[in-house]
């Protein structure tokens, strides 16, 4: 009897599928049309059951031992199923399945990439495969298994490679000392849709970009012709090596030289393969526990606006709002591939608005100028939970920054979908781990449930998974700004969130939720920058049209070579007109930061300290309110630089960039 498993297959959008009993819904982009997964036939391979499905067009099979073992640890092929399959039946005869999927004469293209997780997803969520697997590539199939592996290290237990292609300009190239094949090399500028000159300034070759796959320790193996003359070792494996070596990435290189080397060196026999699957076996079993993804995301009201304008596959733009985590290459680079390898059709707009240091107060009011003023954003990522810590950020005034960055967004563009982040700091571990929830992640958590946005909580996750053994803090994630590994961890639970939400809905009309009624009616909804040129009754104060330190200290993006208004002198005072509920300013607080007063209509005078911790080193950008809670209407500020000074500060300077209103 036939059996029919479906999966939905988009460019940009997966349509639901009504369930029945013989349907399996699974789900994946980056496909001309609707497609199923089908299952066609149960047959025998090297004594053992085979079931084959297809993925669309795309045959696809996995082989069943005759008793798994535990957790169903599972090896997948590239290229070539039936070239020396010995060690695949080795592994079966052990209790570990085989996999295999026809994308062949792709290349390792991100269409051939997409439709390797959609069988991912099919075979670890429906046939509860392990989610670890073992990556077995031939030749060509070097090109599949190290794309896929690099843009998944977390879900990859070890590589076996035998005559890799590692670098398409040696083969099918044939631009370096290889001979080529001028056909293919045309076949694959056509799959990747690149000009030959974008084929040979391609920058994610098997042998680049090789540091997620080193952080995460995945075992490789390679087993060359030592005189391979088709896939040259010293232009593909040796420069592999070189890198993931010097990247801290375990790899052996076995060099064949007994038995007939055939096909100018390329083809050439294993010599023992029980011992390549005791290695495999080593590397993938027992299966380790790993926490899943999915335990650190709400989807909530999910993300159907943006995925409706993401699936039209005309334009969209997407925004990360956040500090130095977000500023950083990392996830954010791997989110942006991300969205336009799963929705090629689509034009792409993202803006990069994070800032080092700065958190949600800062972000409330230069919303408007550093996201909102470049266009409609469809979807945005808004991360402020470490910074909001390490600045001491009160618990009301970030409630009210939070809130007025939704609310303000909102009402930008109602259509607007946004992703709430928690990142992880050790000061959220050691209240995890004492039994109690963050602050910060209360607030984000709150605003998050109140207007029905995704969240994402990569502290608890981070926590979580070090209690789990699954990584080292010192040795892997290192710092609050996450290495190499911990940026691939953010990236994987946000991609899930992302993925998750797509999947579950269809892009159909848009539709704005209501906004409720505001948590907080003293938000920063209506927070903007106030030019310093509006300050009036200047004593001892004048504006620098392009201020830049002189003493070679650090600075921020954005906060130098900018009109600065600056006060040196104790005694200097202004006075600022605003309208509005929140008065406060932006200055660069240096090592001579001082001390100030002020006063909001002739009220209490109250003294502030502008020195921070991290003023010795930078000229820091610090955002400091004076009230967030004024009636509506116009106020009036008075300023003054105070006499006395932080012990370590070397002046009383005050450097205004923006004035804050809301």
């Known amino acids: 009897m036939i059996k029919f498993f479906l999966i939905t297959l988009l460019f940009g959008f997966t349509a639901g599928i009504a369930s029945a009993q013989n349907h399996e819904n699974v789900s994946a982009g980056n496909a001309p049309a609707v497609y199923t ?98 990556l077995e590539g031939v030749s060509r199939g070097g090109l599949y298994v190290y794309g896929w592996a690099k843009r998944n290290p977390d879900k990859v237990s070890c590589i076996y490679n035998e005559a890799p292609v590692c670098n398409i300009k040696s083969w099918p190239g044939g631009k370096l000392s290889a001979p080529g094949d001028a056909n293919l090399w045309k076949q694959l500028q056509e799959v990747y849709h690149f000009t030959e000159q974008q084929a040979l300034d391609y920058k994610d070759n098997p042998i680049d970009n090789l540091d997620g796959l080193a952080a995460f320790k995945v075992p490789v193996m390679h ?13 593909n494996t040796n420069i592999l090596a070189q890198r993931y070596t010097a990247l801290g990435g375990p790899m052996m290189i076995y060099p064949v030289t007994a038995g007939p080397q055939e096909l100018n060196g390329h083809h050439f026999p294993i010599e023992h393969p029980e011992h390549w699957a005791g290695m495999i076996m080593g590397y993938s079993y027992p299966i380790k526990k790993i926490l899943p993804y999915a335990d650190y995301f709400i989807c909530r009201n999910g993300l159907a606006n943006s995925l409706n304008i993401i699936s039209e596959g005309k334009k969209a733009t997407v925004a990360f709002l956040g500090g130095s985590i977000t500023y950083n290459p990392g996830w954010r680079e791997k989110i942006s591939r991300y969205l336009t390898e799963r929705f090629p059709s689509t034009s792409f707009h993202f803006i990069q608005a994070g800032i080092p240091s700065l958190g949600s107060v800062p972000h409330a009011f230069r919303l408007q100028r550093d996201v909102l003023d470049s266009g409609k954003v469809d979807l945005m990522f808004v991360e402020a939970a470490v910074n909001d810590n390490v600045n001491g950020l009160d618990s009301l005034t970030e409630v009210r920054a939070l809130e007025g960055i939704v609310r303000h967004a909102k009402k930008a563009n109602p259509l607007m979908d946004i992703v709430m982040m928690s990142f992880v700091d050790p000061d959220k571990i050691r209240d995890y781990n004492n039994g109690k929830i963050p602050l910060q992640i209360k607030n984000h958590e709150l605003i998050a449930a109140h207007y029905g946005l995704p969240s994402v909580n990569l502290a608890k ?128 607080s240096g090592p001579d930061a001082g001390i100030i007063s002020y006063s909001i209509d002739g009220g209490i005078e109250k003294k502030m300290d502008l020195y921070t911790e991290f003023s010795s080193w930078i000229y820091l950008p610090w955002y400091v309110t004076f009230s967030t809670d004024l009636k509506k209407g116009t106020h009036t500020l008075n300023l003054k630089i105070e006499a006395d000074k932080s012990k370590n500060s070397k002046g009383n300077t005050c450097q205004v960039i923006y004035f804050l209103t809301n």
């Open 37 to 134: 997964i089908q299952h066609t036939t149960n047959d025998s391979w090297k004594g053992f059951e085979r079931v084959n499905i297809t993925i669309g067009h795309h045959k696809a099979y996995y082989v069943t031992p005759k008793k798994s073992l535990e957790g169903n640890p599972w090896v997948w092929r590239a290229s070539f199923p039936d070239w020396h399959t010995d060690i695949d039946s080795i592994l079966l005869s052990k209790g570990f399945h085989v996999a295999f999927v026809n994308v062949d004469d792709q290349y390792g293209s991100p269409y051939a990439l997409q439709v390797w997780d959609a069988f991912y997803q099919y075979l670890t969520t429906q046939k509860s495969f392990a989610a670890k697997v073992a």
């Open 223 to 235: 087993i060359i012709g030592i005189n391979d003359k088709v896939v040259p070792n010293a232009e």
């Open 461 to 588: 996750e981070v926590t979580d998974k070090l209690n789990n053994h699954e990584f080292s803090w010192e040795y892997d994630f290192k710092d609050l700004h996450p290495a190499i590994y911990g940026q691939e961890l953010y990236f994987a639970t946000i991609k899930s969130l992302l993925s998750t939400c797509f999947d579950q809905q269809q892009a159909t009309a848009s539709k704005a939720n209501p906004m409720p009624k505001p948590l907080n009616a003293f938000n920063l909804g209506n927070g903007h920058y106030y030019d310093i040129q509006n300050a009036t009754n200047l004593n001892g104060w004048a504006i620098n049209r392009d201020w830049a330190p002189n003493d070679k200290l650090s600075t921020r993006p954005g906060f130098v070579h900018k009109p600065m208004l600056i006060g040196t002198k104790p005694g200097a005072s202004l006075t600022l007109q605003f309208t509005g509920t929140a008065i406060g300013m932006a200055i660069a």
